[in-house]
């Protein structure tokens, strides 16, 4: 009761259904080209337009290529569902970045820095990432098609509300620990399921201590421990990140805007739930060893034994190792790598690159060694270049290449081939995920850039 | 598919493992396809652990063993996770499945699956395990899903249990009716919303 999130999702009822789910007002939707073409089909045999297409925001990311992106894209699967994308925002009036647009990137990295994405707002995307957008202090979740062709259609949508979970981190975050190893830290003590049915609010020193880069990171992977959510409250850290930027309200409108959105948390008298705190200082750069992201452990851990595990579960964990060719007891450091990636709409930002770079800067990449280095958007790629991080890569022998989701999830060519260990800033190890065979260790841009320069998996507080 | 629910008795497809993600579920690649042709999706579902690399079927994986088949897949705790692809309820619905058993399902899934006329049942992780082994002993075993009443009941041990679903996706189902009917006729409410916080 009185949590920020009841503030923000009460206001948004339009009504509750009998014996039912309420039904709730959507202020910003977002559109890629994988979970909607069925979406706008459906609107098609309705004969139904948009309500509200001013309210919608479309381009595609998933199966953009990572080069030559004004070339068209030579994947006819890949190019016929982008294209399909930008005939259905033509067709029903919406907004559409498009490949080669200054705006396209992905979603969830452009969605904040164009500040198409505001504190207050109710936010929805076919993609269970949307929770990223909590970070501007936001109701923001991920939706299936289905649901989608209910926000095109009535900007609603129906739901049940969920349950509500405060995660507080507290102290002081040590030396080459990340916002990325945070919420890796918090899965692996929560496990994949841990949150389901809950919106998570985070809170707590450490989570204020982060740039906005880094709490777009921490909400973005609320997903992997199953909530359907998770946000920060907005402060000054966000006032000053959304001031300028391109959809955020200007001059009056922007003082009462913050006003406003200063009275965005949650009450001194606030119950939550379920209440879970965690020690900034028990927190050390992470690696995953297994294929879920939960299966993370910190980087002079070792992996458990078969018997630390509980019985149910014993028969995945060994799944898991097997495919990951990680033996019970084994500590990560020192595996050899073979590819290392740096983006996705969880470390796809300027302050990842610049992470990246701080590690790459006078090193050079280990010769076997194949890094994929993507932005996650246009604006971040020119980023990088203003501020001559790409010379500091390209002198390591790093390339950046152009923007989108790119080997997070294999859409496009960027495909880790079978049995290939590769070291990934993005957000899911599962078997497959990067490649079919393709073992995926999930960890920071810190991380990533010490298995790039030395080619073995290794603590990246002995670079820094 | 739309179709009305009411009384499911069947056999079961055994799946006891936990957090079968969605990517397991329906791989990524199959994603790309702009169609919601169904088959597609079933016949491509759990397609990395159903078929071998050269795409002849893995006789170890469950949906090849003829000795199992029916309208309910029963799966281990946490079934769904991950991606919140609606492609993943597609394929189930398209192999034939009407009813998934778990103790426990991923939110999003969860929803997509109801968006698709597949019934999610949660039962307890008790009746979960008993069903796992009634189905070892007897792949020819039955199981009652009572839409009306709320019931799941394990035939070969006459173990019963309520299960949850609201009042509204109930009727929805047993009605063979979907959200975007409802969401259509309330317009009006809509706009009002919108004046009262413009």
Redesign the interface.
């Known amino acids: 009761m009185n949590t920020l999130f009841d503030k923000i999702w009460d206001?948004h009822v339009?009504?509750q259904?009998?014996?039912?789910?309420v039904?709730l007002?959507i202020d910003r939707l977002y559109c890629h080209e994988?979970?909607t073409?069925?979406a706008f089909?459906?609107m098609r045999a309705?004969g139904?337009k948009c309500?509200r297409p001013d309210r919608i925001v479309c381009m595609p990311d998933?199966?953009t290529p990572t080069h030559d992106q004004d070339k068209p894209i030579a994947?006819p699967?890949?190019k016929?569902?982008v294209d399909?994308l930008a005939a259905n925002a033509a067709e029903f009036g919406l907004t559409h970045y498009g490949m080669m647009d200054p705006r396209n990137g992905i979603i969830h990295v452009v969605g904040p820095e164009r500040g198409l994405s505001l504190p207050g707002m109710t936010i929805v995307c076919?993609?269970?990432h949307?929770s990223t957008h909590g970070a501007m202090g936001a109701v923001a979740f991920?939706?299936?098609?289905?649901?989608v062709?209910?926000v095109l259609?009535?900007?609603?949508i129906?739901q049940?509300k969920?349950k509500s979970m405060r995660i507080s981190v507290e102290g002081k975050l040590g030396k080459g620990v990340t916002a990325k190893d945070v919420a890796l830290y918090i899965m692996s003590k929560m496990s994949?399921?841990g949150a389901?049915?809950y919106f998570v609010e985070y809170a707590g020193s450490a989570v204020r201590s982060l740039s906005m880069e880094g709490r777009l990171t921490l909400c973005n992977l609320s997903?992997e421990m199953?909530a359907?959510g998770g946000f920060i409250a907005p402060d000054e850290v966000s006032f000053e990140y959304l001031k300028g930027r391109e959809h955020a309200p200007k001059g009056e409108s922007w003082d009462k805007a913050v006003e406003e959105w200063k009275t965005l948390r949650s009450g001194e008298d606030a119950v939550f739930d379920r209440e879970i705190r965690f020690e900034a200082e028990d927190i050390e750069p992470m690696v995953t060893y297994g294929t879920?992201p939960g299966m993370g452990m910190g980087i002079s851990s070792h992996i458990p034994a078969e018997e630390d595990i509980p019985a149910?579960?014993r028969?995945?964990f060994k799944?898991a190792l097997d495919y990951m060719q990680f033996a019970p007891g084994d500590s990560l450091k020192g595996k050899k790598v073979d590819y290392v990636f740096c983006g996705s709409c969880t470390n796809g930002r300027i302050e990842d690159f610049r992470a990246f770079a701080s590690i790459a800067a006078g090193r050079r990449k280990a010769d076997w060694i194949t890094a994929w280095l993507v932005p996650g958007s246009w604006m971040v790629k020119k980023q990088i270049e203003d501020e001559g991080l790409d010379k500091i890569l390209e002198a390591a022998g790093f390339e950046i290449r152009q923007p989108g989701c790119s080997a997070c999830?294999?859409?496009n060519d960027d495909k880790i081939p079978a049995g290939k260990l590769a070291v990934s800033t993005s957000n899911?190890n599962?078997?497959?995920?990067q490649g079919?065979g393709a073992r995926t260790v999930l960890a920071s841009p810190l991380m990533a850039a010490a298995a790039a320069v030395t080619g073995y998996i290794t603590d990246p507080r002995t670079l820094l | 598919m739309k179709q009305k629910f009411n009384i499911i008795k069947s056999t079961c497809v055994p799946l006891?493992?936990?957090?079968v993600?969605t990517?397991?579920i329906i791989?990524?690649?199959f994603?790309?396809?702009?169609?919601?042709d169904e088959k597609f999706y079933g016949d491509n579902l759990f397609c990395?652990w159903r078929f071998n690399?050269d795409g002849t079927p893995n006789k170890d994986f469950v949906l090849n063993n003829p000795v199992y088949g029916g309208d309910i897949l029963v799966a281990?705790?946490?079934f769904g996770?991950?991606?919140?692809?609606?492609h993943a309820?597609w394929a189930i619905a398209g192999y034939g499945f009407k009813v998934v058993i778990s103790s426990?399902f991923?939110?999003?899934h969860k929803?997509?699956e109801l968006?698709?006329f597949v019934l999610p049942v949660v039962v307890s992780?008790q009746f979960l395990a008993e069903l796992f082994d009634s189905i070892a002993k007897d792949p020819k075993m039955e199981v009652t899903v009572d839409v009306p009443a709320q019931t799941v009941t394990n035939n070969a041990t006459g173990r019963s249990e309520h299960f949850a679903i609201?009042?509204?996706?109930k009727y929805c189902l047993m009605n063979a009716l979907?959200?975007?009917d409802?969401?259509?006729q309330?317009?009006d409410?809509?706009e009002a919303?919108?004046k009262a916080?413009a």
Request: hydrophobic letters at 25%; aromatic letters at 4%.
């Open positions: 206001r339009v009504q259904v009998e014996d039912g789910p039904q007002y994988v979970t073409p069925q089909d459906g309705r139904i309500l998933h199966n994947d699967v890949s016929q569902q399909t076919g993609d269970s949307t991920g939706i299936g098609t289905s649901e062709e209910m259609a009535s900007q609603c129906l049940q969920p994949t399921s389901t049915g997903i199953g359907r879920n149910a579960s028969e995945s799944r999830l294999a859409m899911r599962f078997q497959g995920r079919p | 006891p493992l936990e957090n993600d990517d397991q791989p990524a690649r994603l790309k396809a702009t169609t919601k990395d690399a281990g705790k946490n996770s991950g991606s919140s692809r609606e309820a426990f991923a939110d999003i929803n997509n968006n698709n992780e609201n009042g509204y996706k979907d959200d975007i409802f969401l259509l309330s317009k409410k809509i919303w919108e916080n």
